[in-house]
């Protein structure tokens, strides 16, 4: 049973992880659209700063945790196939978007984004394309 409440707290984490990681560029795509000093532009760096601090890191931090104690609890989980193995790639790879990001999000609030609109928007396709390989390992363990 309490196996059963971390793995729905892991997707709770997941979820709220994804949102953020999903809404970040978006709000990045409109901030570009804003003069450097702007009203504008100062809310976007409050509502980026607040959702990456307040949201995306918690959510971070949370799906690791509860990943983690799962597999802590089941070490044989390694053996049965790659698809955990892929997973985990994938999940790391999630978490260099999350710091891609952060690093992004420091450069608007110091006023130097040099980035087009056009690049925040496909940045925006990454943590999407990597959720559904996650899901699809977890899933279907192709492998």
Do not use: C
Not at 30 to 51: D, I
Not at 53 to 58: E, G, Q
Not at 63 to 81: E, H, V
Not at 110 to 133: C, H, K, S
Request: hydrophobic share 55%.
């Amino acid at each position: 049973m309490l196996y059963l409440w971390i793995k729905a707290l892991h997707v709770i984490s997941v979820i709220a992880w994804m949102a953020g990681l999903l809404y970040l560029p978006r709000l990045f795509v409109y901030h570009t659209q804003a003069a450097p000093g702007s009203e504008a532009s100062e809310t976007f760096k409050v509502m980026e700063r607040r959702l990456l601090r307040a949201i995306m890191n918690p959510a971070m931090i949370a799906s690791y945790l509860f990943g983690g104690t799962m597999i802590a609890m089941d070490l044989s989980i390694f053996q049965q196939g790659g698809w955990l193995h892929a997973k985990l790639l994938f999940v790391a790879l999630l978490t260099v978007s999350h710091m891609m990001m952060a690093r992004w999000r420091r450069e608007f609030a110091e006023d130097r984004n040099q980035r087009p609109q056009r690049f925040y928007r496909i940045a925006n396709e990454v943590p999407t394309l990597l959720m559904i390989g996650i899901v699809i390992f977890v899933i279907v363990k192709p492998f």
